[in-house]
Protein backbone atom coordinates (compact mmCIF):
# COMPACT_ATOMS: atom_id res chain seq x y z
CA UNK A 1 0.00 0.00 0.00
CA UNK A 2 3.07 2.22 0.63
CA UNK A 3 4.19 2.07 -2.42
CA UNK A 4 1.45 2.33 -4.54
CA UNK A 5 1.22 5.47 -2.46
CA UNK A 6 4.32 6.65 -2.57
CA UNK A 7 4.27 5.69 -7.18
CA UNK A 8 0.61 7.82 -6.92
CA UNK A 9 2.27 10.29 -5.55
CA UNK A 10 5.14 11.10 -7.23
CA UNK A 11 2.97 10.48 -10.55
CA UNK A 12 1.01 13.61 -9.39
CA UNK A 13 3.87 15.96 -8.83
CA UNK A 14 5.76 14.99 -12.18
CA UNK A 15 1.77 16.09 -13.98
CA UNK A 16 1.95 19.24 -11.82
CA UNK A 17 5.16 20.13 -12.66
CA UNK A 18 4.40 19.92 -16.45
CA UNK A 19 1.69 21.64 -16.35
CA UNK A 20 3.56 24.65 -14.91
CA UNK A 21 6.49 24.29 -17.11
CA UNK A 22 3.82 24.15 -20.15
CA UNK A 23 2.20 27.27 -18.78
CA UNK A 24 5.31 29.08 -18.04
CA UNK A 25 6.88 28.32 -21.71
CA UNK A 26 3.19 29.04 -23.52
CA UNK A 27 2.87 32.15 -21.46
CA UNK A 28 6.30 33.03 -22.01
CA UNK A 29 7.52 36.92 -21.55
CA UNK A 30 5.73 39.51 -24.16
CA UNK A 31 4.50 42.68 -23.90
CA UNK A 32 1.24 41.40 -21.46
CA UNK A 33 1.12 43.57 -18.57
CA UNK A 34 1.69 41.41 -15.06
CA UNK A 35 -1.75 42.84 -13.53
CA UNK A 36 -3.67 41.03 -16.19
CA UNK A 37 -2.30 37.90 -14.70
CA UNK A 38 -2.24 36.03 -18.20
CA UNK A 39 0.26 33.90 -17.26
CA UNK A 40 -2.22 32.38 -14.45
CA UNK A 41 -5.51 32.69 -15.16
CA UNK A 42 -7.81 32.65 -12.49
CA UNK A 43 -10.65 30.10 -12.16
CA UNK A 44 -12.71 32.18 -9.65
CA UNK A 45 -12.69 32.37 -5.68
CA UNK A 46 -9.93 32.71 -3.53
CA UNK A 47 -7.65 30.97 -1.16
CA UNK A 48 -5.29 32.27 1.60
CA UNK A 49 -1.74 31.14 1.60
CA UNK A 50 0.17 32.47 4.58
CA UNK A 51 -2.17 35.41 5.33
CA UNK A 52 -2.46 36.64 1.81
CA UNK A 53 -5.23 36.28 -0.13
CA UNK A 54 -5.19 35.11 -3.23
CA UNK A 55 -6.73 34.12 -6.66
CA UNK A 56 -7.96 30.56 -7.36
CA UNK A 57 -6.03 29.37 -9.96
CA UNK A 58 -5.62 25.74 -9.63
CA UNK A 59 -8.31 23.50 -8.12
CA UNK A 60 -7.81 19.62 -8.73
CA UNK A 61 -9.68 17.07 -6.72
CA UNK A 62 -9.05 13.14 -7.25
CA UNK A 63 -10.93 10.44 -5.53
CA UNK A 64 -10.73 6.76 -6.40
CA UNK A 65 -11.55 3.91 -3.93
CA UNK A 66 -10.00 5.23 -0.68
CA UNK A 67 -7.58 7.63 -1.80
CA UNK A 68 -7.89 11.54 -2.24
CA UNK A 69 -5.82 13.91 -3.67
CA UNK A 70 -6.23 17.42 -3.71
CA UNK A 71 -3.72 20.25 -5.45
CA UNK A 72 -4.90 23.76 -4.68
CA UNK A 73 -2.82 27.10 -6.00
CA UNK A 74 -3.13 30.88 -5.84
CA UNK A 75 -1.71 33.72 -7.96
CA UNK A 76 0.82 36.31 -6.46
CA UNK A 77 -0.90 39.29 -5.66
CA UNK A 78 1.75 40.72 -7.93
CA UNK A 79 0.66 38.44 -11.16
CA UNK A 80 4.14 36.93 -11.11
CA UNK A 81 4.16 33.85 -9.39
CA UNK A 82 1.74 30.76 -8.19
CA UNK A 83 1.81 29.04 -5.11
CA UNK A 84 -0.32 25.29 -5.13
CA UNK A 85 -0.50 22.67 -2.56
CA UNK A 86 -0.56 19.23 -2.97
CA UNK A 87 -2.17 16.47 -0.41
CA UNK A 88 -2.78 13.06 -0.52
CA UNK A 89 -4.57 10.81 1.43
CA UNK A 90 -5.24 7.50 1.92
CA UNK A 91 -8.08 6.42 4.28
CA UNK A 92 -8.75 2.93 6.06
CA UNK A 93 -11.33 1.31 4.33
CA UNK A 94 -15.22 2.26 4.96
CA UNK A 95 -14.22 5.74 6.35
CA UNK A 96 -15.00 9.00 4.55
CA UNK A 97 -13.61 11.88 3.86
CA UNK A 98 -13.82 14.63 6.95
CA UNK A 99 -11.79 16.06 10.06
CA UNK A 100 -8.80 16.80 11.19
CA UNK A 101 -5.38 14.24 10.04
CA UNK A 102 -1.53 15.03 10.58
CA UNK A 103 0.81 15.58 7.83
CA UNK A 104 3.77 12.80 8.08
CA UNK A 105 6.67 12.69 5.17
CA UNK A 106 7.97 10.02 3.48
CA UNK A 107 5.37 6.75 3.67
CA UNK A 108 2.32 8.01 5.82
CA UNK A 109 0.15 5.70 7.10
CA UNK A 110 -3.63 4.97 6.25
CA UNK A 111 -5.52 8.28 7.69
CA UNK A 112 -2.31 10.72 7.18
CA UNK A 113 -1.61 13.08 4.66
CA UNK A 114 1.75 13.83 2.65
CA UNK A 115 1.63 17.09 1.53
CA UNK A 116 4.09 19.56 -0.92
CA UNK A 117 4.38 22.87 -1.64
CA UNK A 118 5.21 24.21 -5.20
CA UNK A 119 6.34 27.67 -6.03
CA UNK A 120 6.65 29.35 -9.83
CA UNK A 121 7.87 32.70 -10.55
CA UNK A 122 7.58 34.04 -14.53
CA UNK A 123 9.98 36.53 -13.93
CA UNK A 124 12.52 35.30 -12.96
CA UNK A 125 11.74 32.14 -13.69
CA UNK A 126 12.26 29.75 -10.95
CA UNK A 127 10.47 27.05 -9.57
CA UNK A 128 10.36 25.39 -6.31
CA UNK A 129 9.37 22.13 -4.72
CA UNK A 130 9.13 21.42 -0.81
CA UNK A 131 7.91 18.46 1.22
CA UNK A 132 5.28 19.75 4.29
CA UNK A 133 6.85 17.50 6.84
CA UNK A 134 4.66 18.16 9.95
CA UNK A 135 1.83 19.73 10.35
CA UNK A 136 -2.49 19.26 10.41
CA UNK A 137 -5.12 18.93 7.63
CA UNK A 138 -8.67 19.71 8.36
CA UNK A 139 -11.06 18.71 6.08
CA UNK A 140 -14.77 20.02 6.20
CA UNK A 141 -16.75 17.88 3.98
CA UNK A 142 -19.93 20.18 3.09
CA UNK A 143 -21.45 17.76 0.78
CA UNK A 144 -21.47 17.57 -3.20
CA UNK A 145 -17.74 17.74 -3.79
CA UNK A 146 -17.94 21.01 -1.72
CA UNK A 147 -14.75 21.31 0.87
CA UNK A 148 -13.76 23.41 3.40
CA UNK A 149 -9.65 22.41 3.61
CA UNK A 150 -7.16 24.10 6.04
CA UNK A 151 -3.18 23.44 6.51
CA UNK A 152 -1.09 24.26 8.37
CA UNK A 153 2.65 22.54 8.46
CA UNK A 154 6.39 23.40 7.77
CA UNK A 155 8.49 22.12 5.06
CA UNK A 156 11.10 20.01 5.19
CA UNK A 157 12.93 23.79 4.54
CA UNK A 158 11.33 25.35 7.68
CA UNK A 159 8.87 27.57 5.93
CA UNK A 160 5.56 27.52 7.84
CA UNK A 161 2.38 27.33 5.65
CA UNK A 162 -0.99 27.97 6.51
CA UNK A 163 -3.57 27.08 3.73
CA UNK A 164 -7.65 28.06 3.78
CA UNK A 165 -9.68 27.60 1.08
CA UNK A 166 -13.58 26.20 0.35
CA UNK A 167 -13.81 25.40 -2.74
CA UNK A 168 -16.93 23.27 -4.68
CA UNK A 169 -14.60 20.72 -7.08
Same mark, same amino acid.
Given at each position: MKNFFLFKTTIYVM????????????? %????? $????? +?????????ISINGTTQNLSIAQYIA???SYTFQLGGV????TGQT???????LSFG???? %????? $????? +??????????????????????????????IVNNGSNDYDINVNGKTIGGEDVKVSVRHKF
Amino acid at each position: MKNFFLFKTTIYVMIMFCFVSLSIVSC %GKDDD $KAETC +DAFPSIGGTISINGTTQNLSIAQYIAASNSYTFQLGGVTPDCTGQTVISLDIALSFGKTLG %GTYPI $KPDFP +DENEFSASLIKQRINPVSQSFEEIISGTVKIVNNGSNDYDINVNGKTIGGEDVKVSVRHKF
